[in-house]
């Protein structure tokens, strides 16, 4: 299989930058006091027998439906790779910039920036598509406790990373990556009026001088996953400590196990949610590409769900959550009621059991 990578600073590049994240707070509706580091976008790019696969993992907190499919629409009509195959991911921060989301209460659009996402993202891929080379993928798997947990029970959640490097066929040396968690990258809190890229992102930059580049955050399960049972600050100093403690355990996880990569075939999954509103439809997909199957849903999935998924998939899984559009938490029957997370959640209980069953058999089915 060919891979490709890019990156892509995404900071605004304007006299004024305006914050997402945290309804409702008046410090969204001025500007940010300043910028603490840059947010970026990181690509990578997958071909085989003519088949493509793009990701884009940015340093936002989501992407909303509808810039997503603008996206796949334009990659789709300029360079001819699949709507299916486009995957546009976002870490979850709550402190980066909003002017891409045309619906975002604070009313902070601007459509020259939306316009130059939109052609960043075209010349990302682009990049990602010049540079990809034969390559070869080997995987490594470990529990890392400490940084964060389930934080509505205080207990252990999904504690597993994954990282999955690339490595050149013919030099054998590594290129590109991922890694795979499932944690909120939001750590600091409403006050923090810094644009910054929160945890994943400044995990990634720490990660680049032992990875030898910077890896794509995939945010996987992480609904009721984050540090706010073990934060010692709201600020981006909270932010800085603990992915300057993560970033060397993770650096430190071997990659040993070989994942055999071999053709791109998806599979789409969606699920009905009945609620007050009406009914609202959560698009899902499995894909495979060979001995690595993507679980990709726009949804906030609790822990145990992203556990499942790994554990009943038949080959070597990854989930890719917050992925083309956002819908809310998805979380365990049990947790039902104890948090804000779910008394007030568009998903009636134990749909988010429904749904996760059709991943799986989704899984299953491409083998």
Same mark, same amino acid.
Request: charged share 20%; with cysteine; hydrophobic share 35%.
């Given at each position: 299989?060919?891979?490709?990578?890019?990156? &892509?600073?995404?900071?605004?590049?304007?006299?004024?930058? /305006? *914050?997402?994240?945290?309804?409702?707070?008046?410090?969204?509706?001025?500007?940010?006091?300043?910028?603490?580091?840059?947010? $970026?976008?990181?690509?990578? /790019?997958?071909?085989?027998?003519?088949? !493509?696969?793009?990701?884009l993992s940015c340093d936002f907190m989501?992407?909303?439906?509808?810039?997503?499919?603008?996206?796949?629409?334009?990659?789709? !009509? &300029?360079?001819?790779?699949?709507?299916?195959?486009?995957?546009?991911?976002?870490?979850? +921060?709550?402190?980066?910039?909003?002017?891409?989301?045309?619906?975002?209460?604070?009313?902070?659009?601007?459509?020259?920036? $939306?316009?130059?996402?939109?052609?960043?993202?075209?010349?990302?891929?682009? !990049?990602?598509?010049? +540079?990809?080379?034969?390559?070869?993928?080997?995987?490594?798997?470990?529990?890392?406790?400490?940084?964060?947990?389930?934080?509505?029970?205080?207990?252990?959640?999904?504690?597993?990373?994954?990282?999955?490097?690339? $490595?050149?066929?013919?030099?054998?040396?590594?290129?590109?990556?991922?890694?795979?968690?499932?944690?909120?990258?939001?750590?600091?809190?409403?006050?923090?009026?810094?644009?910054?890229?929160?945890?994943?992102?400044?995990?990634?930059?720490?990660? !680049?001088?032992?990875?030898?580049?910077?890896?794509?955050?995939?945010?996987?399960?992480?609904?009721?996953?984050?540090?706010?049972?073990? &934060?010692?600050?709201?600020?981006?100093?909270?932010?800085? &400590?603990?992915?300057?403690?993560?970033?060397?355990?993770?650096?430190?996880?071997?990659?040993?196990?070989?994942?055999?990569?071999?053709?791109?075939?998806?599979?789409?999954?969606?699920?009905?949610?009945?609620?007050?509103?009406?009914?609202?439809?959560?698009?899902?997909? =499995?894909?495979?590409?060979?001995?690595?199957?993507?679980? =990709?849903?726009?949804?906030? $999935?609790?822990?145990?769900?992203?556990?499942?998924?790994?554990?009943?998939?038949?080959?070597?899984?990854?989930?890719?959550? /917050?992925? +083309?559009?956002? *819908?809310?938490?998805?979380?365990?029957?049990?947790?039902?009621?104890?948090?804000?997370?779910?008394?007030?959640?568009m998903v009636p209980k134990g749909d988010?059991?429904?749904?996760?069953?059709?991943?799986?058999?989704?899984?299953?089915?491409?083998?």
């Open positions: 299989m060919n891979i490709g990578h890019a990156r &892509r600073c995404l900071t605004p590049q304007t006299d004024e930058v /305006y *914050l997402i994240g945290y309804r409702n707070l008046e410090n969204r509706l001025h500007p940010a006091t300043g910028i603490y580091d840059d947010v $970026f976008g990181n690509a990578l /790019y997958f071909e085989d027998g003519g088949q !493509e696969l793009f990701v989501e992407i909303d439906e509808d810039t997503a499919e603008d996206a796949k629409t334009l990659l789709h !009509e &300029r360079y001819g790779i699949s709507r299916d195959c486009v995957l546009l991911c976002a870490t979850h +921060n709550h402190t980066t910039v909003v002017a891409y989301h045309r619906t975002w209460w604070t009313g902070k659009f601007e459509q020259a920036y $939306f316009d130059w996402f939109m052609e960043t993202i075209c010349s990302a891929f682009e !990049e990602a598509r010049a +540079n990809a080379r034969p390559a070869t993928c080997r995987l490594g798997r470990q529990e890392i406790f400490g940084w964060y947990n389930n934080r509505i029970t205080n207990e252990p959640a999904d504690q597993e990373v994954t990282v999955v490097k690339f $490595f050149d066929a013919a030099t054998g040396e590594p290129f590109a990556g991922l890694v795979n968690w499932a944690c909120h990258s939001a750590t600091c809190g409403p006050d923090e009026t810094r644009m910054n890229s929160e945890f994943a992102g400044m995990t990634s930059k720490k990660l !680049e001088p032992a990875f030898g580049f910077f890896p794509a955050m995939i945010v996987g399960a992480a609904g009721d996953c984050s540090n706010r049972n073990t &934060r010692q600050g709201r600020g981006v100093e909270e932010a800085e &400590r603990i992915s300057s403690g993560i970033a060397p355990q993770i650096a430190a996880i071997p990659v040993e196990t070989e994942v055999p990569l071999g053709g791109i075939r998806v599979q789409t999954v969606h699920h009905i949610v009945h609620n007050e509103r009406g009914h609202e439809v959560a698009l899902c997909e =499995v894909i495979s590409l060979g001995g690595l199957h993507l679980f =990709v849903s726009p949804c906030e $999935f609790g822990g145990k769900f992203g556990i499942q998924m790994r554990k009943e998939c038949p080959v070597e899984g990854l989930v890719f959550g /917050y992925t +083309n559009g956002y *819908l809310e938490y998805w979380l365990p029957k049990e947790e039902y009621g104890l948090s804000f997370e779910t008394q007030k959640s988010p059991e429904i749904l996760v069953g059709k991943l799986i058999q989704a899984s299953q089915l491409l083998g």
